[in-house]
């Protein structure tokens, strides 16, 4: 298995909804990434975990909540969201540099109303 | 700091046609890695190629071929007789080898990107 999955693809949500993002990879990644793409703009870090431990949080709002339950699972929880935060959430994997580099999963395309 | 700058905003040529993605870097590390993602309309990025930094040989994949010029900062995309399949947003992206952010991770600097539509 080659892939980072994410779920879900698509998120509609109020802002004061409490929702959850999931990502999940099984190709034994210790690292694990969440990134933000908005529209025409390119991919920009959010957070990042490392053997499971939260080592980057690029000054996110705290109604962004990461959580990394295992080494094959990680969580982007959302709360009091505001339109501004629509966007791409793009999450990844790494292990040490093999040829493929990162693996990106395809996304979740959140939208705040 | 590391900075990647890719000049050109939105590209158009016609099917067939050759066309180059410039992408210019900065950074102080020694040992680095660059890469190029493709970004269809569909959101995923899918990863092209990586090149580490003492390695200097250009690549050639099919119709994609990349120049890398320690020189001058730059790792150059080529796209030989471009396909409509091809339209898309290329991101150039750098990453150092030392991440300070924790053991087995690293982050990647992104370009803004270069937006490529190919013309029937």
């Known amino acids: 298995d080659t892939e980072v999955t994410q779920t879900p693809k698509h998120l509609v949500m109020g802002m004061t909804n409490k929702k959850s993002l999931k990502c999940e990879q099984h190709?034994?990644?210790?690292?694990m990434y969440w990134y933000k793409q908005k529209a025409k703009k390119p991919p920009e870090l959010m957070f990042v975990?490392?053997?499971?431990?939260?080592?980057i949080n690029e000054s996110v709002p705290s109604r962004f909540s990461p959580e990394c339950p295992n080494s094959s699972l990680l969580n982007l929880h959302l709360h009091a969201l505001q339109p501004e935060d629509s966007a791409l959430y793009l999450c990844a994997s790494s292990q040490d540099w093999s040829v493929y580099g990162y693996t990106f999963g395809s996304g979740t395309r959140l939208t705040v109303v | 700091a590391q900075k990647v700058t890719q000049a050109q905003t939105e590209i158009s040529v016609v099917e067939k046609e050759d066309v180059t993605l410039d992408c210019v870097y900065e950074t102080r590390d020694t040992t680095y890695y660059l890469f190029w993602y493709k970004q269809p309309p569909s959101g995923e990025l899918v990863f092209l190629i990586r090149?580490?930094?003492?390695?200097?040989q250009n690549e050639i994949s099919g119709r994609y071929s990349w120049n890398f010029q320690k020189s001058t900062s730059s790792f150059n995309f080529t796209i030989t007789a471009s396909q409509v399949v091809d339209s898309a947003v290329y991101f150039c992206a750098l990453s150092e080898a030392a991440a300070p952010s924790g053991a087995g991770s690293y982050q990647l600097t992104f370009g803004k990107g270069t937006k490529l539509s190919v013309i029937p």
């Open positions: 190709m034994g990644h210790r690292a």
């Open positions: 090149r580490n930094s003492f390695d200097e």
């Open positions: 975990y490392s053997y499971e431990k939260l080592s």
